[in-house]
């Protein structure tokens, strides 16, 4: 990583991820003694974003969500603070693109194809365990806590170059975890990825979850992710025209359909489906996905202005000038005394040019036009 473009607390902030109307996500660092270091991601929520009480709570709903979640593949929130005015969320940086990019990269050019069926079985068994661990999770008294992510969608699985695969951004996931109460009509999520009864602003379980995750799954087969009307529910004649296995076609009719009553009720269940029909590929899977995603193309740094541009971040002062700057207060400040004292003995400080009362005396006194 490059030198940082902002130091927050103990961490050094270096290149943009990403940004949203939310918050800009950077690559950063944690350095210590002896020459340890560990890559993490920051993000930062946004100035204007901050001055909004609903934003912060979510924010705030993020990060205490993030600390009781522990899972493979969910991505981990390691620390969450404020400094410098700035609130911000420490997480596990995933070495690898998200699956967003992925599919982007295999549309572009003239040969535009899917994902291998493998790769995208492997990604869909690995989110269904992540799935199942957050809806069934429990508070420390044995309560469940009713999580539904509400925006599992390509954009926030994480795809790390080792194979693994990591679902992320719990920002607007419900449960009883949240300070920030979500409305009954209140939708929120990706539009193209959402469930019947999210489109409609409806009340929502774990059920819906698994709809965004066989929309993504048809995405990942070549198809289009959703109707011009989410509300409406997904075509089933799309299912069939995919180009995948057949054993995976009635699975993803009953997984997406309209009526959360005649869809999978579970996470486990979902995946038991795909287990019995003979489409688990397991390590056949992990190896097609690091295939594909070596493949992708390492994106450029961005710029320090292309940096700095996803939130109006403060250059971080070299080493050891925060003593420079205290040094240089003082010293303006001595003047400052100075020039007080000697105004309230009448000393006049002398100036360059003519006689220094003049202009002073003459722009007091001088009458202003004839009248």
């Given at each position: 990583?490059?030198?940082p473009?902002l130091?927050?607390g103990?961490?050094e902030?270096g290149?943009?991820?990403?940004?949203?109307?939310?918050?800009?996500?950077?690559?950063?660092?944690?350095?210590g003694?002896?020459?340890?270091?560990?890559?993490?991601?920051v993000?930062?929520?946004?100035d204007?974003a901050?001055?909004?009480?609903?934003?912060v709570r979510?924010?705030i709903d993020?990060?205490?969500?993030?600390a009781?979640?522990?899972h493979?593949n969910?991505?981990?929130?390691?620390d969450?603070?404020?400094?410098?005015?700035?609130?911000?969320?420490?997480?596990?940086?995933?070495?690898?693109v998200?699956?967003?990019?992925l599919?982007?990269?295999?549309?572009?050019?003239?040969?535009p194809?899917?994902l291998?069926?493998r790769a995208?079985?492997f990604?869909?068994?690995?989110?269904?365990?992540?799935?199942?661990?957050?809806?069934?999770?429990k508070?420390?008294?044995?309560?469940?806590?009713?999580?539904?992510?509400?925006?599992?969608?390509?954009h926030?699985?994480?795809?790390?170059?080792s194979?693994?695969?990591?679902?992320?951004?719990?920002?607007?996931?419900?449960?009883?975890?949240r300070?920030?109460?979500?409305?009954?009509?209140?939708?929120?999520g990706k539009?193209a990825f959402m469930?019947p009864?999210?489109?409609?602003?409806?009340?929502?379980?774990?059920?819906s979850?698994?709809?965004?995750?066989a929309?993504?799954?048809?995405a990942?087969?070549?198809?289009?992710?959703a109707?011009?009307?989410?509300?409406?529910?997904?075509?089933p004649g799309?299912?069939?025209?995919?180009?995948?296995p057949?054993?995976?076609?009635?699975?993803?009719r009953k997984?997406?359909?309209?009526?959360?009553?005649?869809?999978?009720?579970?996470?486990?269940?979902?995946?038991k489906?795909?287990?019995e029909?003979?489409l688990d590929?397991?390590?056949?899977?992990?190896?097609?996905?690091?295939?594909?995603v070596?493949k992708?193309?390492?994106?450029?740094?961005?710029s320090?202005k292309e940096?700095r541009r996803?939130e109006?971040?403060?250059?971080?002062?070299?080493a050891g000038s925060d003593?420079?700057?205290?040094n240089?207060?003082l010293?303006?400040?001595?003047f400052?005394?100075?020039?007080?004292?000697?105004?309230l003995?009448?000393?006049?400080?002398?100036q360059?040019?003519?006689d220094?009362a003049?202009?002073?005396?003459?722009?007091?006194t001088s009458?202003?036009p004839?009248r």
């Amino acid at each position: 990583m490059r030198s940082p473009i902002l130091v927050l607390g103990k961490y050094e902030i270096g290149d943009l991820i990403a940004t949203g109307g939310m918050a800009a996500v950077y690559r950063a660092r944690v350095a210590g003694p002896m020459g340890f270091e560990k890559p993490v991601a920051v993000k930062i929520l946004l100035d204007d974003a901050a001055q909004d009480e609903d934003i912060v709570r979510m924010f705030i709903d993020e990060a205490r969500l993030g600390a009781r979640l522990s899972h493979p593949n969910i991505a981990s929130v390691l620390d969450f603070g404020e400094a410098d005015g700035r609130f911000y969320l420490a997480m596990e940086y995933v070495d690898g693109v998200s699956l967003s990019a992925l599919l982007k990269h295999l549309q572009r050019g003239r040969n535009p194809r899917p994902l291998d069926a493998r790769a995208a079985l492997f990604i869909a068994q690995s989110v269904l365990r992540a799935l199942s661990y957050a809806h069934d999770l429990k508070d420390a008294n044995g309560h469940p806590l009713g999580i539904v992510h509400r925006d599992v969608s390509p954009h926030n699985i994480l795809l790390d170059r080792s194979g693994a695969v990591k679902l992320c951004d719990f920002g607007i996931a419900t449960g009883a975890h949240r300070v920030e109460k979500t409305q009954t009509g209140l939708v929120k999520g990706k539009a193209a990825f959402m469930s019947p009864e999210q489109a409609a602003g409806e009340r929502l379980d774990a059920r819906s979850d698994l709809y965004s995750l066989a929309v993504t799954l048809v995405a990942m087969l070549g198809g289009e992710p959703a109707s011009e009307d989410p509300a409406r529910g997904f075509d089933p004649g799309r299912v069939d025209a995919l180009d995948c296995p057949e054993a995976l076609k009635p699975v993803l009719r009953k997984a997406l359909a309209r009526k959360p009553s005649d869809r999978f009720q579970s996470a486990a269940e979902f995946s038991k489906a795909l287990v019995e029909a003979g489409l688990d590929p397991g390590e056949a899977g992990r190896l097609a996905l690091v295939e594909a995603v070596e493949k992708v193309p390492v994106p450029k740094p961005k710029s320090r202005k292309e940096s700095r541009r996803g939130e109006d971040v403060r250059p971080a002062p070299p080493a050891g000038s925060d003593k420079g700057y205290r040094n240089l207060l003082l010293v303006v400040l001595g003047f400052l005394v100075v020039a007080v004292i000697l105004a309230l003995l009448g000393v006049r400080l002398p100036q360059g040019g003519d006689d220094p009362a003049s202009g002073c005396a003459d722009a007091v006194t001088s009458p202003g036009p004839d009248r």
